[in-house]
């Protein structure tokens, strides 16, 4: 069975530094899809990236960057020169191949970014 | 825009009663999902449903069935609701074909069940 583990609970950080977020991964399959998803204080999960298991390309979008390695099963993201508006909950996630789109996701690291 | 609209952000409910949470999709999505998030759990799959009628259980089925009579519309009902019940409740759809669809989430239903 698949799993995501997201082994920070919570980060405290100071505006402008850099934070990585970790995301480890198990799965048995070789097709699979890993997801970002943010959540704000107000609740709704936002969609922040999908990476399929066959492109290994890091992707930068503005302050965020997100490292996918097969080799160590993670799938990280950094963001770059935090904000307070990037205080959040961010959740990792993953689904297989022929599971319509069902999703296992982390437990969700808490970000606190302060002045 | 994609909308996902949870009828209410905040609902009390006593134990015992039958409790229905609607869910409603604008996006003529064919898969719908009903999630339940708690501290330190993350978010856990109750029910989903790739079609009009048609529902599996998730990871958390027991004491939770489902409802999906229009494409548009996914009900998450509670039999008889109990104190381990209370949580909030998370409403997903998402376009069927390939599974890396992402879902889009309404705001949830924080439940208290007194």
């Known amino acids: 069975a698949q799993k995501v583990t997201q082994a920070q609970t919570e980060i405290s950080v100071v505006e402008k530094e850099d934070v990585t977020l970790d995301c480890v991964y198990e799965?048995?399959?070789?097709?699979?899809?890993l997801f970002w998803y943010k959540q704000p204080p107000s609740g709704e999960l936002v969609f922040l990236i999908r990476r399929n298991s066959f492109d290994e390309q890091n992707e930068i979008s503005g302050r965020y960057s997100w490292n996918f390695q097969k080799s160590t099963s993670s799938f990280n993201f950094t963001i770059t020169a935090s904000q307070v508006v990037d205080s959040a909950v961010y959740f990792c996630a993953l689904s297989e191949a022929g599971t319509a789109s069902k999703l296992t996701f982390g437990t969700g690291t808490r970000l606190q970014v302060t002045l | 825009d994609v909308k996902v609209t949870q009828s209410s952000r905040y609902l009390v409910k006593r134990t015992g009663e039958k409790v229905f949470l609607e869910c409603v999709q604008d996006?003529?999505?064919?898969?719908m999902f009903w999630y339940r998030q708690d501290p330190g759990l993350g978010l856990r799959l109750i029910y989903f449903?790739?079609?009009?009628?048609?529902?599996e259980k998730g990871d958390i089925p027991e004491g939770y069935s489902v409802s999906r009579e229009k494409k548009e519309r996914f009900s998450l009902i509670l039999e008889s609701a109990s104190t381990n019940q209370t949580s909030m409740y998370l409403c997903?759809?998402?376009?069927?074909?390939?599974?890396?669809?992402?879902?889009?989430f309404g705001d949830g239903t924080r439940l208290s069940i007194l």
């Open positions: 996006m003529d999505h064919e898969n």
């Open positions: 997903a759809s998402s376009l069927m074909g390939q599974d890396d669809q992402p879902q889009h």
């Open positions: 449903s790739y079609d009009v009628k048609m529902k």
């Open positions: 799965t048995r399959d070789t097709t699979y899809y």
